[in-house]
T-cell receptor, first 114, second 113 residues
């Protein structure tokens, strides 16, 4: 079993839709949960991170972690064509230590069409 | 503004050649990483380094080696390139105290023929 599983999509939605992206993970030791966004021909960039369980909101984006189910989600409200990108979940159990190794999901390709 | 640069955007090499991919970061980050990215497989960690001259194997180190002689520079070496090493290679760096935030370079698309 992979440490992090993510549905690669692709996902295509109309502008204004609510988008839900999800990952599951297997190791309960993970404490940091991240979402990275990668535009075409660019490297990934950190979009949001959450420590432990709960929700975190940043504008149109909400990250949610359910440690009991080992499930993480990213919700995008009022999606825009500029949100079209690959979204990668990432997890870490080494937050604050020197190693900082992340484990990434496969990435979900999202297209928001006007 | 953090900047991670990679020596080439596109590279074409022949089977058996020795290939050097270079990465430089300008933010005094302790940690540096090399990943490869393939469709359907996501980002896979090849090697990482948490200090000068220190290196740790990632999930897929076979066929690769690395060098970190200076804090800002991390090199990935393919000793004898093979066609199954055709991929997008991404370098990243991070602070040790904020390790969940990695900064990525633009990537090098390597084709081995």
């Amino acid at each position: 079993q992979k440490e992090v599983e993510q549905d690669p999509g692709p996902l295509s939605v109309p502008e204004g839709a609510i988008v839900s992206l999800n990952c599951t993970y297997s190791n309960s030791a993970f404490q940091y949960f991240m979402w990275y966004r990668q535009y075409s021909r660019k490297g990934p960039e950190l979009l949001m991170y959450t420590y432990s369980s709960g929700n975190k909101e940043d504008g149109r984006f909400t990250a949610q972690v359910d440690k009991s189910s080992k499930y993480i989600s990213l919700f995008i409200r009022d999606s825009q064509p500029s949100d079209s990108a690959t979204y990668l979940c990432a997890i870490s159990n080494a937050g604050g230590t020197s190693y900082g190794k992340l484990t990434f999901g496969q990435g979900t390709i999202l297209t928001v069409h006007p | 503004d953090v900047k991670v640069t990679q020596s080439s955007r596109y590279l074409v090499k022949r089977t058996g050649e020795k290939v050097f991919l270079e990465c430089v970061q300008d933010m005094d980050h302790e940690n540096m990483f090399w990943y490869r990215q393939d469709p359907g497989l996501g980002l896979r960690l090849i090697y990482f380094s948490y200090d000068v001259k220190m290196k740790e194997k990632g999930d897929i180190p076979e066929g690769y080696s690395v060098s970190r002689e200076k804090k800002e520079r991390f090199s990935l070496i393919l000793e004898s390139a093979s066609t199954n090493q055709t991929s997008m290679y991404l370098c990243a760096s991070s602070f040790s105290w904020r390790s969940y935030e990695q900064y990525f370079g633009p990537g090098t698309r390597l084709t081995v023929t």
